[in-house]
Each structure stands twice: as structure tokens, then as C-alpha cells.
């Protein structure tokens, strides 16, 4: 019988490039999307030509039923949840002088309260199998802070806070809760940047080039693997040597 892995907000991007790579491991693969579009249908196809089972489910992770149906729906569907990562995330960035209440309040729904809701939803099942992963997606920004992302910041912030915390509470269960935290990744998310405003920034990394989603994916296949099986409650970094 194959893992199963559940991931958010994995209609593109990062964690798209984390469930094709999770397939390619043989999971059967649960993909979560939050608007209707052509490119859930794009990751289907993709997931399916791994040979694995492929479930896509609709569902706004910062609202505490539907993750509960999502949840609900995986488990109707494979019996289990194996790995669980929380990926789904937006940004709203301006000063905060500038920032309205909602931009705040949006960006820590999604990201920090999102990741408390799906996990809350999976965890019982995690606990009853006595084994099981969970990895979220943070950002360096949680860790250094940045200038006009005073609202993701402190949302990144709060999952790596999240992710020690649970880690203590359910290491005695075998279940293994991390955190990953990217620097710049090619993604929808920073093609806002202007092109000058991305030279700089490839520049200023030592490895000197932004990160591709497969380099996030290939340490979130580690962490999944058995090859982690002794870290818990970490945070790595994937970022070009960005911050050190
Ligand atoms: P992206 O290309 O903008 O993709 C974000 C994904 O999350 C999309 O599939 C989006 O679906 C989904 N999503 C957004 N809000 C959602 C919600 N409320 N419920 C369910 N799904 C939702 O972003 P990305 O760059 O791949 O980022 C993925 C994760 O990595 C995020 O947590 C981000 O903060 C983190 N990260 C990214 C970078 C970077 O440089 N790109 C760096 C550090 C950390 P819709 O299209 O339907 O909205």
C-alpha cells in the first residue's frame, strides 16, 4: 500500500513541484487548491503519468470547516494521511504604515491560521497510526524579518513556532513535525518583483541565482524519507546560503 501525502495549495509553484516529486516517490498524492482553474488539470496530469493515485480537493485553508472536509474527503478517499504539508501561502506586502488591518489579517489567516487548521484536521490520524509527518512551509523572512512584509513575516514566524511546539508535543507518537524556510524561489510569487529588483537580489545570494521549486521539493522528499527519521522540530534552510 502506498504513503499518502496531502499538500496545500498545490496548484502551482512550490507545491506543485512537491507533489509531482512526492509521486515520483511512489505517494499517492492528495493535491488541495483553493480557486478553479486549468492548472489543478495540468498537476493532474502530471501526478498521474507516476502511476500513483491522484485526488484533488477544493478548499480555502484559512477556514477551519473546509479543511475539515478536506481532511474528511482524503481519508474517505485513501484510508490515511502519511505526510502532511502545509504549503499553501500568500503574501500582501506593503509598509506597515500603509498596511491595512485586512492585509494583515489575510496573510495570517492563510499561512499561520491555514496551517493550524489542516494540521489540527490531520493529526488525529497521525496519532492513532503512530507515525506520521509534518512539514510546513516557512520563509527566511520568519527568521530575519523583511521591510514591507511585517504581516508574512510574522506568519512564517508563527509556523516555525508552530512546528517546535507540535514537534515536542507528538515525538512520543513518531510523528516528525519540520519546517522548511526558502529565500527567493521562482514562482508566481516573485515574478511581481521587477527584473532589476531580481538581478540584485540573484546577486546578493552566495550561491548567486534565485531557487528553483524542485530545490525546495528535494529537501522536502528528504524530510518526508526515512533518511530523516532523527530530525525533529528543525527548520532548514533553502536558500542559496542567504542567510547564514
Ligand atoms: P504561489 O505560486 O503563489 O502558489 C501558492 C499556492 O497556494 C497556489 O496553489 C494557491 O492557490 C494556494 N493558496 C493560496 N491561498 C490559499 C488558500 N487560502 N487555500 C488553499 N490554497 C491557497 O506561491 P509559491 O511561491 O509556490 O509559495 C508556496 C509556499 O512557499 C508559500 O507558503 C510561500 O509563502 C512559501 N515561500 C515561497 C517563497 C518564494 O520565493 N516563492 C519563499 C519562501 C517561502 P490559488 O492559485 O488557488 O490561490
Redesign the pocket.
Same mark, same amino acid.
Do not use: L, W
Given at each position: 500500500m502506498n504513503k499518502v501525502a496531502l499538500i496545500?495549495?498545490?496548484?502551482?509553484?512550490?507545491?506543485?513541484?512537491i507533489a509531482v516529486t512526492l509521486a515520483e516517490e511512489g505517494y499517492d498524492i492528495a493535491v488541495? !487548491?483553493? &480557486?478553479e &482553474?486549468e492548472?489543478i488539470k495540468y498537476v493532474e496530469e502530471q501526478i498521474k503519468s507516476k502511476n500513483v493515485k491522484f485526488l484533488a480537493v477544493k478548499?480555502?485553508?484559512?477556514?477551519f470547516e473546509e479543511t475539515e472536509d478536506l481532511v474528511k474527503e482524503v481519508v474517505e478517499n485513501y484510508g490515511k494521511v502519511d505526510l502532511l504539508v &502545509?504549503?499553501?501561502?500568500?503574501?500582501r506586502d506593503t509598509i506597515l504604515i500603509r498596511m491595512k488591518k485586512e492585509d494583515f489579517q489575510s496573510v495570517i489567516?492563510?499561512?499561520l491560521v491555514?496551517t493550524f487548521n489542516v494540521t489540527k484536521n490531520v493529526i488525529p490520524y497521525m496519532m492513532k497510526a503512530r507515525s506520521g509527518r509534518i512539514i510546513s512551509?516557512?520563509?527566511?523572512?520568519g527568521i530575519a524579518g523583511n521591510a514591507g512584509q511585517t504581516n !508574512?513575516a510574522a506568519?512564517?514566524a508563527g509556523i516555525i513556532g508552530f512546528t517546535k511546539s507540535l514537534a515536542k508535543e507528538v515525538a512520543s507518537r513518531n510523528i516528525l513535525v519540520n519546517a522548511v524556510?526558502?529565500?527567493?524561489?521562482?514562482?508566481?510569487?516573485?515574478d511581481v518583483l521587477k527584473d532589476e529588483i531580481k538581478e540584485d537580489i540573484a546577486k546578493s545570494i552566495p550561491l548567486k541565482r534565485?531557487?528553483t521549486?524542485q530545490d525546495?521539493a528535494n529537501v522536502v522528499k528528504f524530510l518526508a524519507s526515512e533518511d530523516s527519521s532523527y530530525i525533529t522540530g528543525q527548520v532548514i534552510h533553502i536558500d542559496g546560503g542567504m542567510l547564514m
Open positions: 496545500t495549495g498545490a496548484s502551482r509553484g512550490i507545491g506543485k513541484q488541495n !487548491y483553493r &480557486n &482553474n492548472e478548499a480555502d485553508v484559512s477556514v &502545509n504549503n499553501a501561502g500568500i503574501t489567516d492563510v499561512n491555514g512551509i516557512a520563509s527566511v523572512v !508574512y506568519s512564517k524556510a526558502p529565500g527567493f524561489i521562482q514562482t508566481a510569487m516573485t534565485m531557487g521549486p525546495v
